[in-house]
């Protein structure tokens, strides 16, 4: 059921009360600190429709309400989305090199942890989503090569093969000329990169050699999460706890075994836009007391990574939001001046 005018403004003033304080929301306090134009008893009234609809919930031991996942999701959906209104970008410096992206992006989630005091998570360019620049096969030992990989956005790939017998170091250099001259420019896992390896042209031993490498031009595993950058883990804790949330230690868990973020971060990855997961509408159990808030960054019309923001359902939406937004546009700024 659509929400009347003045249900709408009731809604706002409770969410936002909520988060400010902290403590349920009474219709006395909004009669007061408010000008609906109406009696207190008829506050009470929107107040119970409110509830009725499922945006609030009325805790027994309090006469006020807060908010529910639900009443958030409405509250974003018709208030924070309509404001656009800037905040100051977390600028990076622009004369770094590529090679140094790494470090801005860690610099990037320090930076949005301390302007929105909860946990930021930062994703590195996934290799697959940029193109090989450089190819190297290394003959660490006799048995064993490593393969590096350099993408376009600076990132370096690195997985070693050992191998049953020594390996002729010719047949590394022929790899290596041979993956350099029909791979640059090329994604990985696609069909450009198996018809590399699946060429007529090869010789049975050049093909049994490339045939062991090829699994590094592979999509990588979904467990590699080498590109997260995480800050303010203490800052997410602290607020749970002060809201009264449980399962820190779950929480705590999952932000060690960084690999259970990509399924969070997938989504966000290809959203035009602001990427919002609210309490329930979070995937994994232990964060359903959360909020997640993200925007991709990339070059180009191609998103590269994530900028986003996990904290307490009560959170400061509107700023979140902002900090989010404009953190990403300065980090797709950033790379489109040093691509």
Request: glycine share 8%; proline share 5%.
């Amino acid at each position: 059921m659509p929400l009347t005018a003045r249900q709408e403004q009731v809604l706002r003033a409770v969410i936002e009360e909520y988060i400010a304080g902290g403590l349920p929301v009474g219709s006395r306090l909004l009669s007061e600190r408010f000008h609906f134009g109406v009696a207190a008893s008829t506050i009470r009234n929107d107040l119970a429709e409110l509830e009725d609809m499922g945006m609030l919930a009325h805790p027994h031991t309090s006469a006020g309400r807060v908010p529910t996942d639900a009443g958030y999701r409405h509250y974003v959906d018709s208030v924070v989305a309509e404001r656009r209104e800037g905040t100051p970008a977390i600028m990076l410096e622009r004369d770094r090199a590529a090679s140094e992206i790494d470090d801005a992006l860690r610099e990037t989630a320090e930076a949005l942890s301390r302007v929105t005091e909860l946990l930021a998570v930062v994703s590195a360019p996934a290799v697959t989503t940029s193109s090989l620049r450089h190819i190297e096969i290394l003959v660490l030992q006799p048995r064993l090569v490593m393969v590096v990989l350099i993408t376009t956005s600076g990132q370096v790939s690195k997985r070693v093969f050992p191998f049953g017998e020594a390996v002729d170091e010719g047949l590394a250099d022929f790899a290596r000329v041979y993956l350099n001259e029909r791979l640059m420019g090329a994604q990985l896992g696609t069909r450009r990169v198996a018809a590399v390896f699946e060429s007529a042209d090869l010789r049975p031993r050049e093909r049994a050699f490339l045939d062991a490498l090829r699994p590094a031009f592979e999509t990588p595993d979904a467990g590699d999460v080498e590109g997260l950058h995480l800050d303010g883990t203490s800052r997410l804790l602290d607020n749970l706890s002060r809201a009264g949330v449980g399962h820190l230690n779950e929480v705590l868990q999952m932000l060690e075994e960084r690999y259970h973020l990509l399924e969070l971060l997938a989504g966000a990855l290809h959203e035009d836009g602001i990427y919002l997961r609210i309490g329930h509408e979070m995937p994994s159990p232990s964060l359903q007391e959360c909020s997640f808030v993200a925007s991709p960054y990339g070059v180009a019309n191609r998103s590269l990574g994530t900028v986003s923001v996990i904290g307490p359902t009560r959170m400061d939406y509107p700023g979140v939001i902002a900090a989010v937004r404009a953190t990403a546009d300065d980090l797709s700024s950033y790379l489109e001046d040093i691509w």
